[in-house]
């Protein structure tokens, strides 16, 4: 059996998804992760990003325990 998934949630800050994976938008067309995204990928957490769904650093002074939560 494969080894499931791992999403590491960053404190204060991205979810990070380690391994290879595909991301795509709700038409089904591919986002390409700013870095390549070969070896793990950061999606935003706090909705700051300018380059949504990715983390784009703009996390700063997220505090994820008063966070809305969804
Ligand atoms: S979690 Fe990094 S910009 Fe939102």
């Not at 505090?63 to 939560?69: E, L």
């Amino acid at each position: 059996m494969p080894e499931p998934l791992v999403i590491r949630c960053r404190e204060n800050g991205p979810y990070v998804v380690q391994g290879a994976v595909k991301i795509v938008d709700h038409l089904g067309n591919e986002l390409i992760p700013p870095a390549g995204g070969k070896a793990a990928v950061a999606l935003c957490r706090c909705g700051a990003s300018k380059t949504k769904p990715f983390c784009d650093g703009s996390h700063r002074g997220f505090d994820a325990a008063t966070a809305p939560q969804p």
